[in-house]
């Protein structure tokens, strides 16, 4: 411990001496969601797109067909709102929590 | 033929089986750093204390020209024998052999000598490395995993149940090994998935090697699924053995008693604590400077090392011990601790070993990640499992001991049988700092020099409760005891609760926040 930067974890204001682990140093830093950005859920391909750039649709609507583990996801408007960016293409395969579209809300 | 010939004949039947796979798949093994299964487990058993069973059943494979096909003991080795003079039971998978593949047979002789375990009541040790279920015998081999996870469960908290992963052992088969108590890894050789690296490239184009995604330090250090951690197949045996002594045969036994020996001197208790109580030090020390021989057989060392979990033996007895680390995180609880902690709990309490716990923690760990990974339900198994468990339950405060992590480490309110404290111990709701910014929230904002008065309130209420003696006053604690009387005080406890019988109100089963 001793020829290593010294580490430090605060409790209830208390400053302790200790050192982290490969997990806590890995740990995930919590981020404000974003409504506006359709992300994938699950990894897959895209089946298809349904809509287009600018296009106006209501919450509930099928925006794309997005495959994975075998079937056939579809995937919805979350609330009445507007294509703003399409980012991916039919056949693509995509990762998990990739931005597939980019939407804003219409009132 | 004659008695003989008949003999000579069997030898040689014998002979034939002992070779598995044959040379070849022999020489694969032994190149990638493997022993065959029979050597694995002429390593763990006393010396000619091994009998092997059903050597000669045959596969039950039909489709595919599977009938044409001979697999020598269909893959797989079963039979008894002695560890220091214990009786085990053992299988280990044959990866010569049709690559360790599980098929009806077997499985079979898997769930036979695992009946046999049961109904012996001794211990059961699994030797996995088999590249899965055998895909020819189709649904068969499903029906073979189920019941042997069937088994595990049925067995669970009557006989110890080891599993030592020493090749291949993905999708299904996992999970026999994760129904186990102990779980053993070698470094390079075991890998454990549920999904292996192939897929994952296909179906989330993410690249990852067999030994990033599952191997035997990502299990001892991140998942958690493993609990001893070697860096070569001699050094998991050397480590199997050992657990052994520590364990009884089965829920109605104690472990094995051993001659009392008294810790080595040169570690001198009081000389390992820091005063300052935001200043680490290794727990471990502690525990080495209490126990017998000063040994200490740690289980998880590398998994939430922010808390201590393992066996030693006190007056040649074994104890489980349960210890907050300040070294790691400050030795805060959190999700995976609580976890690790509440398993081992259970563990001894199933098996008849007191626990001791030492105390020196300041609370839980503060963060999104850990409230939204659970922190409440897993934090809630430490409550649960110090609460439910019967056997003789002592516990050392040796500084921090604040609000909720308090209450969990074996207070009295869970039913300690004994609490004792240093007289470095400071039990409160939070510690100083913390609780001054509050109670003195008004005083520190309207005063001329706001972090004088801090400083100075915070003096004061240290002072006042960072001590074991508002605590004493009410009865939680039993004794404040001075550093150096640890382990005499700890064997007068443990001897006082030999006997120890607690009723609890008739149940099936509790429901444990899992």
Redesign the interface.
Known sequence: ?ADQEKQY????????????????LN????EEPNFNLIKSYI??TIIDVLVKEGQVLNGGESIIVLE?MKMYNDVQMPFKGKILKIHIEKGQ?I??NFVMIEIEPVV | MSLKRSILDLRKRKDEVRLGGGEEAIEKQAAMGKLTARERILAIVDEGSFHEYDMFVEHAGTDFDMGNKVLAGDGVVIGTGTIYGSPVCLFAQDFTVAGGSLGLSHARKITKIMDHALKMRVPLIGINDSGGARIQEGVNSLAGYGEIFFRNTLSSGVIPQISVILGPCAGGAVYSPALTDFVFVVENISKMFITGPAVIKSVLGEDISMEALGGARVHAEITGNAHFYALSEKECFEQIKTLITYIPWNNTQKAKSFPPQEPKTKLKIENIVPSDARLPYDIRDIIKSITDSSEFFEIMELFAANIVIGFGRMNGETVGFVANQPMVLAGVLDCDSSDKAARFIRYCNAFNIPIITLEDMPGYLPGVDQEHAGVIRHGAKILYSYSEATVPKITVIIRKAYGGGYIAMNSRHLRADFVFAWPTAEIAVMGPEGAANIVFRKEIAEAANPEAMRQQKIQEYKDKFANPYVAASKGYIDEVIEPQETRKILLHALQISTHKDVPAPAKKHGLPPF
């Not at chain 1, 400053?15 to 806590?24: D, F, G, M, Q």
Request: glycine residues 4%; aromatic residues 14%.
């Open positions: 411990m974890i605060i409790v209830h204001s208390a400053k302790y001496e200790t050192t982290y682990t490969k997990k806590y740990r995930k830093v919590w990894p897959g994975a395969k990762p998990k």
